[in-house]
Each structure stands twice: as structure tokens, then as C-alpha cells.
């Protein structure tokens, strides 16, 4: 079964500037597509520069602003905040930022050194928080802001070999509720959105299997897979000032997993 193809258009979101990171592949990039077509003027970092630039080519002729491409080495913050800086002179100062970029790789309990839990956290944590400090001014002085962190529910379903992603994953919700307080006074909204088993083109190469999908459809009410459009239509709605009141808030995406 397809999910419907009829969605709603949120003008709130014509003109914004958005910054995604992780925007070149899977959910990051099915994200800057979508904002792209609904009028916002997106930037995004990566640092796989061949399907970011490719994803620019495809939507340039297709969007009202073409999305803007920067590299950068998310585990390295003085050029994340350089980025952000970048992109600021370029666009504007962001009024969105997507939290995205992460990676699920499997490590054995056993083997992980404290040098491999730092480089993890790195990955999978610490960019979230500098990026939403360094957009935060930006969104101050703009009188509005929506942050959107992306965590997962891997932290709370019976998962191994993820253990230091996990940590990662559940301390993201930490930070959300947080930076929530922190930025609530100045109209900012801080969200995190806790996806299933989505089946990016990653995840379709290193983690599906026959028996990998009947377990999904076992335990999920859908039982179909879950697309990365799907969740980058709730990061829509949570950027869009159709959801002007929601903040602090844990968005779970997953078929209804847990
Ligand atoms: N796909 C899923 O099933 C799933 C489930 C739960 C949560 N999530 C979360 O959703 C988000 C997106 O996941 P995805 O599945 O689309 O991942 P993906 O691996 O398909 O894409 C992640 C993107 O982030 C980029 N990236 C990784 N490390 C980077 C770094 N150091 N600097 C710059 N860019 C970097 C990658 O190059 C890639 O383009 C992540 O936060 C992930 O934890 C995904």
C-alpha cells in the first residue's frame, strides 16, 4: 500500500531560510526537496559532495531558489559555525534548522575505545547543540525561530550494537527540552522528531533484509515501509507557523512501532 499523494502547502514557509544538515542524502535530502518546492530559500551541509551536488542540479530548474551547498565536516564545529556564518551573509540569517546529520554505524559493545565514543558523539551529538547556538542570535533578532532535532526511537525499542548512537539519540531529546526553555522566551520553538525504520537508500544497501522486513511488519501497525518523504512532511509541519504552539515536544514517526 502507497501512502496518499495529494499534501498540504504551508505559505509560511515561501521565503524562509532553512538550513538542513545531512541535506544530500536520505531524509536530510527528501528535506530539501520539500522545503525547496514550498518556496523556502534552503542551505544544507554535508560533506559527500557528489550527491549533494547532484541533488542541486535536479531541483535548481524545479524551485522558486535554488538550495545552496556548503561542505562541511560536521564533527568539526569552528567550520560549522563558519558554515553557518557563510550562509547567513549569502541567505540571510536561518529561520529554520533541521538538526539532521548522523550516522547508525553498528559497533560491538566490547570494542568501542573511548577515542571511537567520542568520534560517535561527535557524529551523532555535539554538531546539533553549535548549530543551534549559532543560529540562535539569528532567529532572536528575527523574533521567531523553529528548531527541529532528529533523534530516533532506537533508543527505545530493544536495539544492540547501537549503543553509543543510542546515547547520542536519547541525549538529542535531553538537549530539545532544554534549548526549549533556553529559546522559549525569545519565540523560538525547539522540537525533536524520533523516526522509525525509514527506508532511505542507505539503509534499503546496508540493513534490509527479507527477515529485517518481516520483523518491521510484524511489529508496526503500517505494515509497509516508511518513506523519507513521510518524515520530511512532518519536519514541514514543525517548521511552518501552522504549528506556532508546539515546542518541547517529541514527534514520533515510525507506523506505529512503539
Ligand atoms: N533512516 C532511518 O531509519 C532513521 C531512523 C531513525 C532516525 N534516523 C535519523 O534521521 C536522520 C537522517 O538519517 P538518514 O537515515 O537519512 O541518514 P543517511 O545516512 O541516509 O544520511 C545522512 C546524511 O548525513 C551526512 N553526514 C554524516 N556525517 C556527516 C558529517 N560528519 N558531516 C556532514 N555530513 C554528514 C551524510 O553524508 C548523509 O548525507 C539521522 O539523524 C538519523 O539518526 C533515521
Known sequence: MTPPSVFASYPSLAGKVVLISGGAQGIG???VEIFA???ARVAFLDLTDEPALALVDDLTPRVPHAPLYVHCDLTDIPALQSAIGEISTILGPPQILINNAASDDRHSFAEVTPEYWDQRMAVNLRHQFFAAQAVAPGMKSAGSGSIINMSSISWL???ASLAVYNMAKAA???MTRSLSHELGPSNIRVNAVLPGAILTEKQRRLYMSADYE???FTVQCLK????PDEVARLLLFLASDDSSAITNQSHVIDGGWI
Open 157 to 159: 525499542i530493544p536495539s
Open 29 to 31: 535530502a527528501a528535506s
Open 224 to 227: 509497509r515501509h516508511i518513506l
Open 172 to 174: 538529542i531529546v535531553a
Open 214 to 216: 518481516q520483523h518491521l
Open 37 to 39: 518546492l514550498q518556496g
